[in-house]
């Protein structure tokens, strides 16, 4: 039997009333307790419009159960006062079970903050790439990856912070940091030495390489999976959409208003991801880890 990830709760979650309320509609399910997150597995796809409804129903039992406790209790609507707990619950989360995810959008907002606001082109110019035997004489060898974390516009920085997140937190859920920061550096110190060998321009940055390789890496781990995993899902659309802007980026329409693309870094990283992830496969490296079932 196919076991699938239909959801996640925190590690303290109490789910008793989720587990028997499933156990009455009589739906196969077990629960795994993970990377400091508790799974919910359920044995097929088509049971989730059921499960769904067994956890708005838990939901509901905990809310009463909580108001007979204490009945001046108020449950609280959405946008009331207890949305900015949410927030910092939200934000916490991300941090502890996606550090290295959070320091890579963390290191890409001081890299714009660095060309944007800072605006000192003596510090900027520490972290651009510059040619390999450069980098062996002088000792300089962070430039091989600094250029990744530099962002030259606000649209840069929001477009790149939003798939980094989107991608490379799963990715990281998924695999473990090591693994990750396996990919992230191959991906991304590849696309820098791919943009500037192809182009001969230093004046580049950015982490859409990088957001390229893990969509690549995604696209080899979503090919005939061994395990079924919702969490690694894309939709096809995002795809259709990032390889609508790789054509458009090397026709050179995006230069016409004034943006600056690293048409090569992108490329190169979407194939680097997918060779990293064949790589993996073809030596048999786990990257599912305990999500193996």
């Known amino acids: 039997m196919s076991w699938y990830v239909h959801g996640e709760f925190p590690v303290h979650a109490d789910l008793q009333r989720l587990h028997k309320l499933l ?11 993970e990377r400091g997150k508790q799974w919910l597995w359920v044995a097929s796809k088509d049971l989730a419009p ?26 609280s ?9 949410t927030l910092m619950s939200t934000l916490s989360d991300f941090m502890r079970n996606t550090p290295l995810t959070f320091l890579t959008l963390l290191l ?12 000192v082109n003596e510090w900027i110019n520490v972290f651009y790439f510059f040619p390999v035997e450069y980098l062996w004489q002088s000792g300089q060898y962070w430039r091989m990856l600094s250029p990744t974390f530099l962002h030259m516009s606000e649209l840069h920085i929001l477009f790149n912070g939003m798939f980094i997140v989107f991608t490379g937190a799963r990715l990281e859920r998924v695999m473990g940091a090591y693994l990750y920061l396996v990919v992230f550096l191959s991906v991304a110190i590849g696309a820098n030495f791919i943009q500037f060998y192809l182009t001969g321009s230093w004046y580049f940055g950015g982490l859409s390489g990088v957001v390229f390789g893990y969509l690549g890496f995604l696209a080899v781990l979503n090919f005939r999976p061994p395990v079924q995993l919702e969490d690694l899902q894309i939709p096809t659309n995002v795809y259709v959409q ?10 050179g329409v995006f230069s016409l ?6 048409n090569w870094a992108h490329l190169g990283g979407g194939i680097l991801g997918v060779l990293v992830a064949v790589f993996m496969r073809v030596v048999r490296v ?8």
Do not use: N
């Open 23 to 33: 156990d009455q509609k009589k739906i196969p399910h077990r629960f795994t307790e």
């Open 50 to 75: 059921s499960v769904d409804a067994c956890m708005g129903e838990a939901k509901k039992e905990e809310a009463r159960s909580e108001q007979a406790k204490d009945p001046t209790r108020v449950t």
């Open 77 to 85: 609507d959405p946008g009331s006062a207890d949305e900015p707990d």
């Open 108 to 119: 890409g907002v001081l890299g714009y903050v660095l060309v944007r606001i800072v605006a």
């Open 242 to 251: 990032v390889l609508i802007m790789l054509v458009l980026g090397f026709t």
């Open 257 to 262: 208003v004034g943006l600056h693309v690293a």
């Open 286 to 293: 786990d990257v599912y880890g305990k999500h193996r079932r």
